[in-house]
């Protein structure tokens, strides 16, 4: 499902494993750190496509702190950047992104 136009008014911890999300438009969403982690959508993470050519990501061992969340902040009016416990932070969360990785009960029984 592809959501237009919704932005959050409230981005908060809400436990050691888990953020929530308020959107203007109600919904409150709740996301996984390993979900958000798992679904980094860096080159890096997911691999790119660059002039007809696909590039896939390199794996990496798990390290330390790669589920903690350290610090996040807003880029421009349309993403997220996250900063995990493990130093990556090259990950780009649109706001459309956060909201498809939400994991209420109503966003699961519509999957």
């Given amino acids: 499902m592809r959501i237009l136009h919704v932005i959050p008014t409230k981005i908060k ?18 996301i996984s750190l390993r979900t958000l ?17 696909t590039y896939l990501p390199n ?3 798990e390290m330390p702190g790669k ?3 350290k610090g996040a902040q807003q880029v421009g009016s349309y ?6 416990g493990d130093g990556h932070a090259t990950g780009l969360y649109t706001w459309e992104k956060l909201r498809s990785l939400c994991e209420c009960e109503e966003c699961l029984k519509r999957t």
């Fill in 37 to 53: 982690r798992n679904e980094c959508p860096c080159a890096g993470c997911q691999g790119e496509t660059v002039l007809l050519k």
């Fill in 13 to 30: 911890s809400s436990s050691q494993d888990q953020i929530s999300i308020q959107w203007d438009d109600g919904h409150l969403s709740v």
């Fill in 79 to 84: 993403a997220l950047q996250i900063t995990w």
């Fill in 59 to 61: 794996p990496q061992p």
């Fill in 67 to 69: 589920y903690v969340l």
